[in-house]
């Protein structure tokens, strides 16, 4: 019974507007549309957004805008709707999947879904989450009323701070988070182009402005240095701070010429570092990414663009965020696929392996804990999703 009301509930998420909640159709008003920034929504939710003159609106997920002469019709799911019929029989049988009430069979890795937290209210359009390896708390930058969420290792939300406001340690619009060794949370805001950093309690420690065009992502070291990246410099930095004096030591650029960089991720094994980069292209549907891995003394080992990645597996990667495995393995999400893939380690890349192929919307965050369950941020369903071995 379980199983199958998780098939029902997978059912309603993938067929219905997660605006209007109203049953997709392969016409009119219902008809699925896709925006280009991977969400869908049905036609006339892209017409209410639009307003009346639509001609630019604002994807109610993840904020990005577009003209509505950008959106086109989500194949994949009128396909769907087609093989359903007019009946609208279940999806399962749909994709010929067995009805005898079993689960779907684990993922190829074994990795099971451990828990789910946040959703819609919870979090808003959420766009980075951390684990601290020491205390397994979990921080999730999002952007509702308190920017900052930390969770305990049972689910439960422990702190919410970090208000939108002027003084010097709210924040305005967050991109990405990470956790120190030492227990600091660390925080990128688009909104006044700072890093900030905060204790557990949501006391401001720190608030780092060098000049950053646009800070975007960022990761530890395990000696609490702080790797950034600023995307509209195109540059990496290493920043040293002193946490419990509120000093920043050293803000070192490492690397520049890098083309919008963005999610970034050090093995605490290595020390290597890996970066996703946006390639700027004409046209939308021609936009791509490329993963980069550089060595600790920051030597170019490794890189593939989306187009490289293609052809050799079977689609399209566009890579939103990245982490290392505790054995060193590149790990991306991929929002073409709703999936999160391991590239391998940088001495092997790029292999292909398939981690979670199944339960997401639009991945965009990622991280390890420190019993090593794959923790993976849903901006499409708003949630934190967390894998285990099974």
Not at 236 to 253: E, N, P, S, W
Not at 305 to 333: C, H, M, Q, W
């Amino acid at each position: 019974m379980a199983a199958a009301a998780a098939e029902d509930e997978a059912e309603l998420n993938l067929l219905e507007c997660r605006v209007c909640f109203e049953r997709y159709g392969p016409s009119g008003q219902r008809r699925p549309r896709n925006l280009p920034c991977g969400h869908v929504l049905c036609r006339g939710c892209v017409g209410a957004l639009g307003g009346s003159e639509r001609r630019r609106l604002e994807c109610p997920f993840c904020r990005r805008a577009c003209g509505s002469a950008e959106t086109s019709d989500c194949l994949p799911l009128l396909q769907l709707l087609e093989v359903l019929g007019p009946a609208g029989g279940s999806v399962p049988s749909a994709l010929g999947r067995s009805g005898g009430g079993g689960a779907a069979g684990p993922a190829p890795t074994g990795l099971g879904l451990r828990l789910s937290l946040g959703g819609w209210g919870s979090l808003v359009n959420p766009t980075g989450v951390a684990a601290c390896r020491r205390s397994g708390r979990l921080a999730v930058a999002h952007d509702g009323k308190k920017k900052i969420h930390v969770f305990g290792p049972s689910g439960s939300c422990l702190q919410r701070f970090g208000e939108r406001g002027d003084a010097g340690n709210d924040i305005k619009y967050p991109l990405d988070v990470t956790v120190t060794s030492d227990g600091h949370v660390v925080v990128t805001d688009g909104g006044d182009r700072s890093v900030k950093a905060f204790d557990f309690e949501g006391r401001g420690v720190l608030a780092v402005r060098e000049s950053f065009c646009l800070p975007w992502g960022l990761d530890a070291t395990p000696e609490s240095e702080i790797i950034l990246t600023d995307s509209e410099a195109g540059a990496l930095y290493r920043l040293t701070v002193d946490f419990r004096k509120g000093k920043l030591k050293m803000c070192q650029m490492i690397r520049f010429q890098l083309i919008s960089p963005r999610g970034v991720a050090v093995s605490q094994t290595s020390g290597a570092i890996v970066v996703i980069e946006h390639l700027k292209a004409q046209g939308l549907d021609n936009s791509s990414t490329r993963v980069k891995i550089f060595s600790a003394e920051m030597d170019l080992i490794g890189q593939m663009d989306s187009f490289g990645l293609n052809l050799i597996f079977p689609s399209k990667i566009y890579t939103t965020a990245v982490a290392f495995d505790k054995e060193g393995r590149v790990i991306v999400t991929d929002i073409c696929s709703q999936a999160v893939i391991c590239l391998g380690k940088p001495e092997e890349f790029p292999i292909f392996n398939p981690l979670i192929s199944h339960g997401l919307s639009y991945p965009v965050g990622l991280t390890y804990t420190a019993n090593n369950s794959l923790v993976v941020l849903d901006s499409g369903d708003h949630s934190i999703k967390i894998y285990s071995s099974t």
